[in-house]
């Protein structure tokens, strides 16, 4: 049986469940084809930015499940799941992706709503008279 690394990677309201195998390079988000999934092109390069910096992209399986969100923010959830699988798969990477800023967790959210006004900074017009 062949090994089998998991990890988590979120980005905004997005969760992705991470789950990578030695193979040849198939690539698989919500039972779809990494293309098929996302299908804009620049989408695409980043879910695979990290494989490319390590040069494992065909010597890696992954299979993804992603949920809530954007696309945007389902890729980078993806990405930052498969850096940390592919850490988790050897530790010596992790010098490599850390440089690249794939194991960072990007913190921005959504800003929330505020009270007495129609959105998080948005404001009701203003009338003098």
């Known amino acids: ?8 990677g979120r980005r905004k309201e997005s969760v992705a469940r991470v789950r990578i195998t030695r193979g040849t390079g198939k690539q698989t988000v919500n ?3 990494l293309d098929d999934y996302f299908g804009r092109r620049n989408i695409i390069i980043e879910v695979r930015q990290p494989l490319e910096y390590v040069d494992m ?6 299979a993804a499940r ?23 798969m050897d530790e010596e990477l992790k010098k490599t992706l ?6 960072t967790r990007d913190p921005r959210m959504k800003e929330r709503k505020k009270y ?10 203003f009338s003098k008279r």
């Open 66 to 88: 992603v949920d809530g969100g954007g696309k945007g923010g389902q890729a980078g959830a993806v990405r930052l799941g498969i850096s940390r699988a592919l850490v988790e």
């Open 98 to 103: 850390r440089g690249t800023g794939c194991l």
């Open 116 to 125: 007495g006004q129609p959105g998080a900074r948005k404001r009701f017009q």
């Open 1 to 8: 049986m062949s090994e089998i690394w998991n990890a988590t």
């Open 57 to 62: 992209m065909d010597k890696i399986d992954v």
């Open 31 to 33: 039972g779809l084809a």
